[in-house]
């Protein structure tokens, strides 16, 4: 490199060059203090929503979702803007009011679940044939001849607990329940009510069975419920109270003051070695139907159901059948499409054995690849 040695700078230049600099420094300082500031609020523990009870000069006693009682200060921001009644933030620890939330009297229940009435219907599921009985015995026959129950003088069970591995089927049966009793279906899963504000996860769960009586008859299907009542160790941080609160709110609401009637409650789960024993009691979700892996027969059915809308040519079913032993319904699906793919690959518009024998092992690596990655990583 060549340095300038027989001009001199430019003083002006030079000065210009300085000020630029700097501009541009006190930018980046700004830039840096900005996101120092964000990662800051990323540590920072979530808050907690609670409601104020009583101002007391300028302190206020607030009233947790646990229905305990603090006294608590104000942060200076928020002196002389909160009154009794009001749903503020507080800091985790020393509960210190942060902020003030709005008022709603309903939380936006519309945003965290989904509401349908679903139109999968038996057929569109293959085999599972005991599966599928077990589901109309308790939860379709209830809805559909309830005098049945009151004659025989039995109460049918409130729920289900579906469990098995994932793909193989859990959400199909209960969304193709909910279609043949014509029930309104309201869908939430565990994780994602429990990742909401602390405070909130019971109270939404409170507002669920609401929903579902005031739009009876309905369904509710919980899914991913071990990430609600997972076994726990210990519950140590306040982040695992609050899950626990909300699985609390759960059990409460399936024992219910208020009879469920026309609601029956549906949870799936692929962890049910984790899931809390206190869901499962008598008089909870005390019938647990294994969705497993699809056996002989219902392979069959589940290539049947996919191969009839596809055009192929010269298959032995028998074959693929026994090639997939093992494979979920879900991966049985994939096979039939990649083998669709592999066709039109070599420029055919008929799928024959190969590619679906292909399709197979492409299927099988796949997976093979996920669970190396999962015992990696996971
Ligand atoms: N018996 C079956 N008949 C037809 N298709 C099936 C069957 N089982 C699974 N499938 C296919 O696999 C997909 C996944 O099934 P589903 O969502 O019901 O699995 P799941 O058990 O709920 O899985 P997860 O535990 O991951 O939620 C379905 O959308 C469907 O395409
Ligand atoms: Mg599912």
């Known amino acids: 490199m060549s340095t300038e040695t027989n001009n001199e700078p430019n003083n002006l230049n030079f000065n210009i060059d300085l000020e630029t600099l700097e501009q541009e420094n006190e930018l980046l300082r700004r830039s840096l203090a900005h996101l120092k500031s964000e990662l800051e609020k990323y540590k920072n523990p979530p808050l907690l929503v609670a409601e104020v009870k009583k101002v007391v000069g300028d302190k206020a006693i ?4 646990n229905n305990h009682s603090f006294l608590v200060n104000v942060s200076s921001a928020m002196q002389g803007k909160i009154e009794p009644g009001d749903s503020v933030l507080s800091e985790q620890k020393s509960l210190t009011i942060l902020d003030k939330l709005e008022k709603v009297k309903h939380f936006e229940t519309h945003n965290f679940v989904v ?3 679903p139109t999968i219907s038996w057929s569109n599921i293959g085999g599972m044939d ?5 589901i109309k015995e308790v939860i379709e026959l209830p809805l559909k001849k309830p005098e049945l129950f009151k004659e025989v003088g039995i109460t049918p069970p409130k729920g289900i607990l579906l469990h098995g591995p994932p793909g193989c089927g859990k959400t199909m049966l209960a969304k193709a329940v909910a279609n043949s009793t014509n029930t309104t279906f309201i869908e939430v899963v565990g994780s994602e009510l429990v990742q909401k504000f602390i405070g909130e996860g019971a109270k939404l769960v409170k507002e669920l069975f609401e929903l579902a009586r005031e739009n009876s008859p309905a369904i509710i299907f919980i899914d991913e419920v071990d990430a609600l009542g997972a076994e726990r160790m210990d519950i140590g941080t306040s982040g695992e109270r609050e899950v626990q609160r ?3 709110q759960l059990l409460a609401e399936i024992d219910g003051f208020k009879p469920l009637g026309d609601v029956k409650i549906i949870a799936a789960t692929n962890r049910l070695d984790i899931l809390d024993s206190a869901l499962l009691r008598p008089g909870r979700l005390d019938r647990l139907i294994e969705v497993g892996l699809p056996n002989e027969t219902t392979r069959k059915e589940i290539f049947n159901i996919y191969l009839k809308n596809m055009n192929t040519k010269n298959i032995n079913l028998s074959k693929l059948v026994q090639l997939t032993e093992g494979f979920s319904g879900a991966e049985i699906k994939a096979v039939c499409t990649e083998a669709g793919y592999f066709a ?5 518009k008929e799928v ?6 292909e399709a197979i092992t492409k299927v099988k690596q ?8 999962i015992s990696m990583f996971g």
């Open 62 to 65: 607030l009233k947790l979702s």
């Open 115 to 117: 509401i349908e009435k």
């Open 344 to 348: 039109i690959r070599n420029d055919r």
């Open 352 to 357: 024959r054995q190969r590619d679906f024998i």
């Open 366 to 373: 796949n997976e093979d690849e996920d669970k190396s990655y």
């Open 130 to 134: 005991k599966e599928k009985q077990e």
């Open 246 to 248: 909300t699985f609390m």
